[in-house]
């Protein structure tokens, strides 16, 4: 541009200060500016020390727009520099330039960041003035920066308020820099008074993902479902606190052991894995096997499984398989090993390796309980299996397993995709209730006659 003697108009220079702002690189960003609102040349390498020291009247005759003004506060406010994101905002007022909720958003975070409370509220009062109504990030930002500060009630009172403007709260915290759990403890007990219960719980069983150990804030979860008459929710958050109470008893002992020169053996650490697994504590779990794999003895079958399971609820897919796969060379893998790994790749939509499993399942006799029958059932339902369904479900009742609500559930779902009506299942269902002898031979048949009119050439039923 400057080669052919086009002038950058505010729109390029916004471009450009929006990516040195983004890459973090704030001084160049600012300078750039101030070379642009000069009229000085941009050429590369050509920014002088003189240059970026101006005056305070330096854009006295630029009228910029306010999503310049924006970019330029929002620069200052990442280089941490307070003074010029406040001259910026004043010189925007000045001007008749009207801020918007993005610019308040801004300056709140800005000033709340460097403790200028009163300054924050200011900024609220001129909100009000400008009739600029504040958004659901606007109140994040001030629940989060009153928490900061150890003001419960008044980060509850903006949570309060954001309910009386009818925003819908976020079901996370904004990504401020140390979360603490004084900060959950606030939202928790927040959405609690805003009977937000639900949210409340997303909350809490979010605190691992920003590395924050809920411990402490079992109490106030289980004291607002309580209080709300949601004993079963309150009842399952208690005895997790108490497998939380017993992780930090085992890491006392594990701790003291360490002090008094005791080394860690394969028993305590099977323990510690079993109890990880129990609350959820996957990284804790990880270097734990890790001292599990290079000692002599190695991790038992349970101690694999438990990891393989830990891997499986956040999708690491790959590390599952390594542990798979190292248990069955060395011939630990057992039916709840497969049945984990087939339940892994069925929630993720891998049906091919699933199928798989489930043949590996068969091939090796560890097809024999309720859970496993239930599992390869459900597999063949989703991916459109009538055949192999109806027939996995025939071997459970040779087995002598006897089916569960579940694996009625899932044999409903097939007979309505095959165009039978909820009518006659609910009278199976009903037949089933009143005689379950009767009732499990009237689902055999109705199923058995599914596949015979599907034939041997259809085995999808249109699923």
Do not use: W
């Given at each position: 541009m400057n080669e052919r003697g086009m002038e950058p108009d505010e729109v390029t220079m916004g471009i450009v200060v929006q990516m040195y702002k983004k890459a973090g690189e704030f001084q160049k960003a600012e300078e750039f500016f101030k070379k642009w609102s000069l009229g000085?040349?941009?050429?590369?390498?050509?920014?002088?020390?003189?240059?970026?020291?101006?005056?305070?009247?330096?854009?006295a005759n630029l009228f910029l727009s306010s999503y310049t003004y924006n970019t330029l506060i929002d620069t200052y406010g990442k280089a941490g520099q307070l003074?010029?994101?406040?001259?910026?905002?004043?010189?925007?007022?000045?001007?008749?330039?009207?801020?918007?909720?993005v610019t308040f958003n801004t300056m709140i975070h800005i000033c709340g960041n460097h403790g200028q409370l009163e300054e924050v509220a200011l900024l609220m009062q001129k909100m009000e003035e400008l009739r600029c109504p504040p958004d659901t990030r606007t109140y994040n930002i001030l629940i989060s920066l009153h928490t900061k500060h150890n003001d419960i009630n008044m980060a509850a009172g903006f949570f309060k308020r954001m309910k009386e403007d009818q925003l819908q709260p976020d079901l996370m915290l904004p990504r401020t820099e140390q979360l603490t759990v004084l900060e959950f403890n606030v939202m928790i007990k927040a959405y609690g008074l805003g009977k937000n219960y639900d949210k409340a719980c997303v909350l809490f069983d979010s605190m691992e993902s920003y590395g924050v150990v809920p411990i402490f804030s079992y109490s106030s979860l289980i004291q607002i479902l309580a209080s709300a008459d949601l004993p079963?929710?309150?009842?399952?958050?208690?005895?997790?606190?108490?497998?939380?109470?017993?992780?930090?008893k085992a890491i006392t002992y594990v701790d003291a052991m360490k002090r008094a020169g005791l080394p860690g053996n394969t028993v305590v650490y099977n323990s510690l894995i079993k109890l990880y697994t129990k609350v959820g504590y996957l990284r804790e779990a990880q270097e734990t096997y890790k001292l599990l794999q290079s000692s002599d003895v190695g991790p038992d079958a349970y101690s694999s499984n438990c990891m393989i399971d830990l891997y499986s609820e956040h999708?690491?897919?790959k590390q599952a398989e390594e542990i798979f796969v190292s248990m069955k060379r060395n011939g630990d893998a057992n039916e709840f090993t497969f049945a984990m790994m087939l339940c892994m790749y069925k929630r993720l939509g891998r049906f091919e390796e699933a199928i798989q499993i489930a043949k590996q399942m068969r091939?090796?006799?560890?097809?024999?309980?309720?859970?496993?029958?239930?599992?390869?059932?459900g597999l063949y339902v989703l991916d459109g299996r009538l055949k192999e369904a109806v027939g996995t479900f025939k071997e459970m009742v040779e087995a002598a397993i006897q089916p569960d609500d579940w694996t009625f559930k899932s044999l409903g779902i097939v007979l309505v995709k095959c165009g039978i009506s909820k009518r006659a299942i609910g009278k199976l269902e009903a037949t089933r209730e009143k005689d379950?002898?009767?009732?499990?031979q009237a689902w055999l048949m109705a199923l058995s006659?599914?596949?015979?009119?599907g034939g041997d050439d259809d085995d999808t039923c249109d699923l």
């Open positions: 000085e040349s941009l050429k590369h390498g050509g920014i002088s020390k003189a240059s970026s020291r101006l005056e305070n009247d330096t854009r003074k010029e994101a406040s001259e910026t905002f004043a010189e925007m007022l000045r001007k008749g330039i009207v801020p918007t909720t079963d929710k309150a009842k399952y958050y208690e005895e997790d606190a108490e497998g939380q109470d017993c992780v930090k999708s690491m897919v091939e090796l006799g560890l097809l024999t309980d309720l859970l496993s029958f239930n599992n390869v059932l379950p002898k009767s009732g499990l006659t599914i596949v015979e009119i």
